[in-house]
């Protein structure tokens, strides 16, 4: 699998790491992978789900994601609906939130600054 | 830059969403800034993942915000609230009592709609669950809705189940799941039609209190009212008899279907009426501009939105209400012919009344109905036969093979009994997967074809097993007698009979590129066709060889009779063929065949048959594709390309022949087709569409042989609008 997306990102390897900051920030992004993630869309919906891919234009990828509406309709609230592996395009996405508790268990993001 | 949201006000509204596991560890923080920013350092094109999920797994990851796949975004956008059933009732958005004639009758016929919709393979939470009276009929207080909603629910039921036990349906047919909906379980059948009767009963009351009486002034308001309960007694009465007609058929006796053809017919009668009163019903205060569903009282289209799963047919768009009565009119037409395959008792005419009813593409209901006529669920065929005397019985019709005949020694020997006996068990499944195959659409039916052969492959061995040992038995007991290849030529027939279907399908199902018609049409005309031929000469010869021993036997034992017996025997051979129509059929169609054969590759010597750039494949790998499935068949073996090329290569000849000859040879098969279908008594349906292309390619042939248009350039055109198989050629 891991060969398969080198090919799909041949840029990686070519080009040249000008400075410190792009690895930095892979790291940073790595450091999130499979975490519990929640992400508002542009139209009010949130999903939560478990981080798994992300790219340039922030076009992220949710693995076993739940939908839940905005907090102002009154009508099923209740329930969340599954929608499992779910990519939000990056243009929708209005804020990102993870979760606290496993950001503390391996320094996280707060760490790198 | 890190904030606990944790304090934000808006959390929560979050919340209270948020399962219980999810809430008590929420402590999330905002990281959007730094994403961004972290995701802007990355390089185009790449992407950031765990080493356990890559491009592949990416690939099934449904897109938000896309309205072909996020299901979710429709609710969204619309600018009313969404109510179900009891919170419609709280607002009085939704009348549960006092409904008056035109809001029930347009209701009524809204639920036909989302009904039919669903038949036509939409989900039921998009159709019929849209419509807020039918999730909970006991919170309605109108006794003509509250029977029709159970009513509706009780058919909807049924269809479900029955097309869930006929299993010949696919995703793009049905939607079988019922989301968790009650489907009037707590009420039996009868209760239900009982109140359907009953608000019958009541509504003719007014009708025939409103009607207009000799000589009285008519009064336009009481006509209007007259009218209206007219109409709603006509659609609660089609709605009883639609329900009573499906219950009928879950009946076990046979009578039951008569009684259900019946009812059906009783429905149709019905249907004009409502056709001509549907204006009546109050119309959906259209809204359709923007893309949003037509808005009903009653009816939410979007109740039901959450409860689909992520990725699915997002739109489902109810049929408009002038199709409704022409859609009911062609159901019932279907049920009703269906009702007629009780009259065939033979497994062929069985097995031809499918093919016939498959031919006009039916819908998942009455092709499900067929299924569950058939075979009932005691496994026996109408519920009375067994399917394995029907086998035996096809077997006697279509080879009289002695081991079958009550006068063979071998009738009565157990060892023959037991080797019979097993066989025809044997056939028993795939002879039923081969009739339900029929019950599938046009499109599965031809790849479950391909499949079923190498069942019949299997059969075929232990055929040729079960012939040569009754074979060596009988020649111990009646020397005189032969048991060859009896058992062997009936599976034969039928594998012959499968794959001619499954390509002649090809056309149908529009599979094949014009390059390609002249392989297919050669492996029909040459191959197939001419087993077929000789197939069902020798199960005639066997069947005449049979008769001759009958008549002997009778001969030998009333001399008396000798006079009156010589006369039969003249009369006998004369007699109809049972096979006969079958063999002159498959004449005309390989003659067809041969036509078409030729006539492409004069076309293609005439550089008018476009081909393509051959790169990665060649013309090889497509006939093998074509081809495929007959490799499991041993009898007759597959023919196999290098074969083809070398049986169809006319340098054999000498000299070769020209495209004209070409032509010419075709004109001469089209008109011996042409002479063998003028020549059939009682012609049917099909051999007049057989001649309507016959007739018209004799001409073109022969015109294409004296070098008419030979040197135009533009491609010819085939036109398979007079029959599915045989195009009509056209050169422009």
Redesign the interface.
């Known amino acids: 699998m891991a060969t398969m997306i080198e090919e799909n990102g041949p840029s990686t390897h070519v080009c040249f790491p000008l400075l410190s900051s792009p690895s930095q920030a892979r790291q940073k992004l790595e450091g999130l992978l499979n975490k519990n993630m929640r992400i508002r869309m542009t139209d009010g919906r949130t999903l939560v789900g478990l981080f798994l891919c992300t790219d340039r234009d922030c076009n992220v990828i949710l693995g076993s994601a739940q939908e839940f509406l905005k907090s102002t309709d009154t009508f099923s609230q209740g329930e969340p609906r599954v929608l499992g592996l779910a990519m939000i395009p990056g243009h929708h996405v209005v804020s990102i939130e993870v979760e606290a508790e496993s950001l503390e268990d391996d320094q996280g993001f707060e760490g790198n600054h | 830059?890190?904030m606990?949201?944790a304090v934000e006000d808006?959390d929560?509204?979050?919340g209270?969403?948020?399962?219980e596991k999810?809430k008590s560890?929420?402590?999330?923080?905002?990281?959007?800034h730094?994403?961004?920013?972290?995701?802007?350092?990355?390089?185009?094109?790449?992407?950031?993942?765990?080493?356990?999920?890559?491009?592949?797994?990416?690939m099934?990851?449904?897109?938000?915000?896309d309205p072909k796949m996020d299901a979710?975004?429709i609710g969204?956008?619309v600018n009313r609230?969404?109510?179900?059933f009891e919170?419609a009732i709280k607002e009085g958005a939704i009348k549960v009592k006092d409904l008056s004639l035109p809001e029930l009758i347009g209701i009524i016929d809204t639920c036909f709609c989302c009904l039919i919709t669903w038949l036509e393979g939409h989900s039921l939470a998009q159709t019929v669950f849209t419509c807020l009276y039918v999730h909970n009929p006991d919170l309605i207080e109108e006794p003509a809705l509250k029977a029709f909603a159970l009513g509706i629910l009780k058919v909807c039921d049924i269809a479900r189940e029955k097309v869930n036990k006929a299993a010949v349906f696919e995703e793009e047919d049905f939607q079988a799941m019922t989301y968790g909906f009650k489907m009037a379980n707590n009420v039996t059948d009868l209760r239900v039609t009982g109140m359907l009767k009953d608000v019958e009963d009541e509504l003719q009351r007014k009708v025939k209190s409103t009607r207009s009486r000799q000589g009285e002034q008519r009064n336009p308001e009481v006509e209007l009212e007259h009218q209206q309960c007219l109409a709603l007694f006509n659609r609660i009465k089609f709605t009883r008899l639609l329900l009573t007609a499906l219950i009928t058929f879950t009946k076990k006796e046979t009578s039951s279907v008569c009684e259900a053809q019946k009812l059906v017919a009783q429905a149709a009668d019905l249907l004009s009426p409502i056709h001509s009163s549907i204006q009546h019903g109050i119309q959906s205060q259209n809204d359709t501009t923007k893309g949003d569903h037509p808005i009903m009282m009653g009816f939410e289209p979007l109740v039901n939105q959450?409860l689909l799963p992520?990725t699915f047919p997002r739109y489902a768009k109810i049929i408009k209400r002038e199709d409704m009565v022409a859609y009911f009119s062609k159901l019932i037409e279907r049920i009703k012919a269906l009702c007629d395959v009780t009259n065939t008792t033979n497994l062929h005419g069985i097995l031809d009344f499918f093919c016939e009813f498959s031919e006009q593409s039916p819908c998942v209901l009455s092709r499900s109905l067929l299924q569950t006529t058939f075979l009932i669920d005691n496994k026996k065929v109408f519920g009375t036969h067994l399917m394995q005397d029907m086998i035996k019985d096809a077997l006697r019709y279509f080879v009289s093979p002695p081991v079958l005949s009550y006068k063979c020694c071998l009738f009565n020997n157990h060892q023959a009994k037991d080797y019979i006996d097993s066989f025809v068990s044997h056939c028993s499944r795939p002879f039923c997967s081969l009739i339900q195959i029929h019950g599938h659409n046009r499109a599965r039916q031809r790849d479950k074809l391909g499949h079923i052969l190498e069942e019949f492959a299997t059969l075929q061995d232990e055929a040729e097993k079960v012939d040569a040992a009754l074979h060596s038995l009988l020649m111990k007991l009646e020397p005189q007698r032969q048991h060859l290849t009896c058992l062997g030529t009936w599976i034969l027939y039928h594998n012959l009979r499968i794959m001619i279907q499954y390509l002649l399908s090809g056309f149908e199902l529009e599979l094949y590129s014009m390059h390609e018609y002249y392989y297919i049409y050669w492996y029909l005309s040459e191959f197939l066709y001419a087993w077929l031929m000789s197939t069902l000469s020798r199960a005639d010869s066997s069947q005449i060889a049979e008769e001759r021993i009958l008549e002997e036997q009778l001969k030998g034992r009333s001399a008396q009779f000798f006079f009156t017996k010589k006369q039969n025997k003249n009369v006998s051979l004369i007699k109809f063929r049972p096979l006969s129509k079958e063999i002159t059929m498959s004449q005309a169609y390989q003659n067809m065949c041969a036509g078409m054969y030729k006539t492409m590759v004069a076309l293609d010597m005439d550089g008018k048959v476009r081909k393509p750039q051959f790169e990665l494949d060649s013309e090889q790998v497509r006939y093998e594709h074509r081809f495929a499935p007959f490799n499991s068949v041993v009898t007759p073996p597959p023919v196999h390309y290098i074969q083809f090329k070398e049986m169809s290569d006319l340098k054999k000849y000498n000299p070769p022949p020209g495209s004209a000859d070409l032509y010419l040879a075709a004109s001469k098969h089209f008109q011996q087709a042409k002479l063998i279908l003028e020549n059939v008594p009682s012609p049917d349906p099909e051999v007049n569409r057989i001649l309507k292309v016959a007739k018209p390619n004799i001409v073109v042939m022969k015109l294409l042989a004296g070098g008419h248009k030979k040197e135009t350039k533009v491609l010819p055109e085939f036109d398979f609008s007079a029959h599915k198989y045989f195009p009509v050629v056209k050169i422009i």
């Open positions: 830059m890190v606990k949201s808006d929560s509204g979050w209270l969403g948020i399962p999810m560890n929420a402590n999330w923080v905002d990281i959007t730094e994403f961004k920013g972290a995701c802007k350092e990355l390089n185009l094109g790449e992407l950031l993942h765990d080493k356990l999920f890559g491009l592949f797994e990416a099934s990851a449904i897109e938000m915000m979710g975004m969204n956008q609230k969404v109510l179900n919170q959450r992520p």
